[in-house]
């Protein structure tokens, strides 16, 4: 992309570290906190030291500062940076992308496009990947910022866990959700809806092969949405601690969905690791142009 122009997004946004160098995107970490540490998500913690801690031990998260922000905005300005297109996930799971909204206004020497995606993890991060590859195909920086909204509906993430009992500790669901899916043995599908809120899509009794067959029935009809069988997309597997249920839904997909280019899968971070604990199967799909 050009010199002078920058993708920024956080840890939340799952971009594996490869891709972020490979296609110069900037990425904010997340703090993980325990009472010994504060760590830095990707840098000097990883999603597997989260999981030897596990049950005993769940860290806290936290949200990069204002001050770090602000930080970083001062070092793209001595950059020369002068373009930042910085995505992030929903505003109501975090609270970066408005402190970034906020620490932008203070340097007007950057142009700063936010782009709150409404979404989590790597339903966040697709997006910074779409629009790096675009910028260093040469796009123009607005048309780019403008094709992200346009496509803010066209990106499906759902995933399930094989309990509750993190994101319920972390405050993201209530009592009686995690007490009935609990008692029940009853595995929800989550995804984001419209707001960025989480929502239930299906719930899903039964083993793990119960569990990604309604996934991916329940994330391609999304995609499709009645329009036609197997459109053209580009598809991510996130999982958390579960590679091999990862490898078998990547058989299922490319044996089913002719259209569905699957990039790669990917271990979920440690401050996103956090709060869905292990065994956790997603399934992303953006829609191509």
């Avoid at 971009?15 to 995107?25: S, T």
């Avoid at 940076?81 to 992308?97: A, D, F, G, M, N």
Wanted: glycine share 6%.
């Amino acid at each position: 992309m050009p010199g002078d122009t920058l993708i920024l997004t956080d840890s939340c946004c799952d971009v594996p570290q490869y891709l972020a160098r490979k296609l110069g995107i900037r990425k904010i970490p997340v703090h993980v906190m325990y009472p010994e540490k504060d760590y830095l998500d990707g840098i000097d913690i990883d999603p597997q030291m989260v999981y030897d801690r596990f049950p005993g031990e769940i860290p806290t998260t936290s949200t990069p500062s204002i001050t770090e922000i602000t930080d970083l905005f001062r070092s793209l300005e001595e950059e020369g940076i002068r373009k930042v297109l910085s995505i992030h996930i929903s505003e109501h799971l975090s609270s970066t992308v408005n402190m970034v909204r906020s620490v932008a206004k203070e340097f007007p020497s950057i142009r700063t496009f936010v782009f709150d995606t409404k979404n989590i993890s790597i339903g966040s991060g697709i997006y910074a990947r779409y629009a790096a590859k675009r910028l260093n195909d040469g796009d123009d920086f607005d048309a780019v910022c403008e094709s992200l909204e346009r496509k803010k509906q066209d990106c499906t993430l759902m995933f399930y866990m094989d309990s509750l009992e993190y994101l319920h500790k972390g405050g993201r669901i209530g009592n009686v959700t995690y007490f009935l899916s609990d008692q029940l043995k009853i595995k929800p599908i989550i995804a984001c809806d419209s707001e960025g809120i989480y929502r239930t899509v299906a719930k899903v009794r039964g083993g793990s092969h119960c569990g990604r067959a309604r996934l991916f029935e329940e994330v391609f009809s999304q995609v499709e949405n009645d329009t036609c069988d197997d459109v053209p997309c580009d598809v991510i597997i996130p999982y958390g601690g579960a590679k091999e249920e990862a490898q078998l839904l990547e058989e299922m997909i490319r044996s089913k969905k002719k259209n569905a280019n699957v990039l790669f899968q990917m271990q979920i971070t440690a401050s996103m690791a956090v709060h869905t604990g292990p065994g956790l199967l997603g399934l992303c799909a953006l829609r191509r142009d």
